[in-house]
């Protein structure tokens, strides 16, 4: 077959480009070890298709804490030990702060969101710091997250079935149809791209940037299509929303959101729109998954394991009663719903690899070598599922974060790096609250048990979460009922006024 001159010229520059990435590592110090790769091509073969925490947290018990791969000359430094990463990617943090380059992500245009920016672009980190940064900035919303709830109960209490899209609507709202222009079928669709072209390997072209100048028509191209129409669609995830609320304001109609509070400023220039729009789109997209994902594993878990429903139920009708729902004011009072919220985060993350970092400059850690651009990973899944600090680890168990002696949600994790490995999820304080007020209202006003097969047994639903940067329950099936005869009541009468 005839190969242009150009595109041939493409692919020995891409050859050579890994031969001297190769090079170079046979020059340096050891890199972390790490399962044997083939010649050229490294690890490429040994990579999970899917879950590749579990995949990643396996090797760390065969290589140690901290251990690599390669991928066509790229290193990888996976963190499978907390107190390896609170030392890298906490007290080292200005030398892996940064992001790595996805070529994918940039030729889809997911580069403009927080997750993707690069060290040194802070002004979207600011915008959100400057509205949702402290536990404290987050009173304000208190009223609309209250109400929002008391929707999704009313919801969930009109289609049992649609608890998960229920949870989605979490926040500013829209109507329907705004939803399915933004990103071609909704916020879902879009954090679900934004999932896949940011996933470390899953596209060549990151490894070997020089393949972006292929012609869409050679054999292999087919993420140039792709990301072709993802730009389109990242463009709907950000203008629609953001179009809405702006048309909302001039109408004289908006509520108190992350969107309104920024676009109060008087005579806004096209780059601080710009910057407002894709923090917008950032906080948007992550709180809509993030949410969906910890609200429907407390179904999953409210299903598998109903002796938790019940000892949750029993504390709301110690506190609140069955005479009205209950409302941030009851949070201290509450610390057994407190307990399942921090189990939810523990058994089923979000981010199980968090969003992966860039070594700035070559480092040492350990006798072993990082150099310079290593993508550095956080495997929070092995963190969090670790039989020496929780015990039965895989059981949805509340009582461990009850008691003196409890077990922190993140162990051995400073604070800061919490922030640091799970920055994906950007509205991290307004995560908190959102997925507290809507399990405590989920846990007054519904009861939730096992689907019955076609034989009448009990399906136990299975504790799975999908593959991709953010992961979410596998679907699963529950039966979802008021939990009393005046709780519709109740409800109507708390979504009768918005805020």
């Not at 209202?441 to 009448?456: C, F, M, N, P």
């Amino acid at each position: 077959m005839f190969i242009p001159t150009v595109t041939g010229s493409i692919i020995a520059a891409a050859t050579l480009g890994l031969c001297y990435r190769l090079y170079k590592r046979w020059t340096a110090l050891p890199l972390p070890p790490g399962p044997k790769g083939l010649p050229l091509i490294g690890n490429v073969l040994d990579m999970p298709k899917s879950h590749a925490w579990k995949t990643f947290a396996q090797w760390g018990d065969i290589y140690g804490g901290i251990m690599s791969v390669t991928l066509m000359g790229q290193p990888f430094v996976i963190l499978n030990d907390p107190a390896m990463a609170t030392e890298i990617l906490d007290k080292r943090g200005n030398l892996y702060a940064d992001r790595p380059t996805l070529e994918m992500a940039h030729m889809s245009g997911w580069d403009r969101v927080l997750g993707s920016a690069r060290y040194g672009d802070e002004e979207c980190r600011r915008l959100i710091g400057k509205v949702i940064g402290t536990k404290g900035s987050m009173v304000k919303f208190n009223p609309m997250e209250n109400y929002q709830a008391n929707m999704f109960l009313k919801r969930v209490l009109e289609d049992p079935k649609g608890f998960n899209v229920a949870t989605r609507k979490q926040g500013y709202s829209f109507p329907d149809e705004l939803d399915e222009r933004s990103s071609n079928g909704g916020c879902a669709q879009g954090v679900a791209q934004f999932s896949e072209v940011t996933r470390p390997g899953a596209f060549l072209v990151d490894v070997l940037p020089i393949l972006k100048y292929i012609p869409s028509w050679f054999p292999g191209a087919e993420f140039k299509r792709l990301a072709k129409m993802y730009t389109k669609l990242c463009d709907d995830f950000a203008d629609v929303p953001l179009a809405y609320v702006q048309e909302q304001m001039l109408n004289g109609q908006e509520t108190e959101s992350y969107a309104s509070n920024l676009l109060r400023e008087k005579n806004l220039p096209e780059e601080r729109l710009n910057q407002i729009k894709w923090s917008a789109a950032s906080f948007y997209g992550a709180g809509a998954d993030t949410t969906v994902s910890v609200v429907t594993a407390y179904f999953l878990a409210a299903a598998k394991y109903p002796e938790v429903q019940s000892k949750a139920q029993a504390e709301i009708d110690a506190v609140v009663g069955q005479n009205r729902l209950p409302t941030f004011d009851d949070r201290k009072s509450l610390p057994y719903i407190e307990a399942i919220c921090k189990e939810l985060m523990r058994w089923l993350p979000v981010a199980p690899l968090a969003i992966p970092h860039r070594a700035m400059a070559d480092g040492m850690y350990n006798n072993y070598f990082i150099p310079k651009d290593t993508l550095v990973i956080a495997n929070v899944w092995k963190f969090l599922h670790d039989p020496n600090v929780y015990k039965d680890p895989f059981i949805f168990n509340p009582d461990r974060f009850l008691g003196p002696d409890s077990p922190r949600p993140t162990p051995r994790i400073s604070e800061s790096l919490v922030m640091v490995v799970v920055s994906a999820l950007v509205r991290a304080h307004l995560a908190d609250v959102s997925v507290w007020i809507i399990v405590a209202k989920a846990v007054a006003g519904l009861t939730i048990t096992r689907a019955l097969d076609s034989s009448g047994n009990e399906i136990d639903p299975v504790a799975e979460t999908m593959g991709g940067l953010i992961s979410r329950p596998v679907p699963f099936t529950c039966t979802v009922a008021p939990r009393s005869e005046k709780i519709m009541q109740l409800v109507l009468e708390a979504t009768a006024d918005a805020p």
